[in-house]
């Protein structure tokens, strides 16, 4: 069965930096679209990025634009999301996730695209 197991989530100052990590098992990671996603405490479950299967057609949601990078490795089977000059708006439960279907042309950016869920790191920026 799939497996998304996130990491490198923690507490940080506004304006430093974190680097998220997932690795996958159980498909063929090079084959799907994957997504960051996060929650904060009393809000929906909402996109943060994404990326397609090849490493191509990078998604950011405007909240993140000029700050996040999202990258994958195949060869590794692992999602990765850098987040630098954080703020404090970015808390929130972190969760990677994966495209249910298999080499999709563009990234979808809805929860219900994504038919496999890490289970999530806890990211909390102070001011």
């Known amino acids: 069965q799939v497996q998304l197991v996130e990491s490198g989530g923690g507490l940080v100052q506004a304006g430093g930096s974190l680097r998220l990590s997932c690795a996958a098992s159980?498909?063929?990671?090079?084959?799907?679209?994957m997504g960051w996603f996060r929650q904060a405490p009393g809000k929906e479950r909402e996109i943060v990025s994404a990326?397609?299967?090849?490493?191509?057609?990078?998604y950011y949601a405007d909240s993140v634009k000029g700050r996040f990078t999202i990258s994958r490795d195949n060869a590794k089977n692992t999602l990765y999301l850098q987040m630098n000059n954080l703020k404090p708006e970015d808390t929130g439960v972190y969760y990677c996730?994966?495209?249910?279907?298999?080499?999709?042309?563009?990234?979808?950016?809805?929860?219900?695209?994504?038919?496999?869920w890490g289970q999530g790191t806890q990211v909390t920026v102070s001011s």
């Open positions: 996730a994966q495209d249910r279907r298999a080499w999709r042309v563009v990234v979808l950016t809805t929860t219900t695209d994504y038919g496999y």
């Open positions: 159980g498909r063929t990671f090079s084959n799907y679209a």
């Open positions: 990326i397609r299967w090849d490493g191509g057609n990078a």
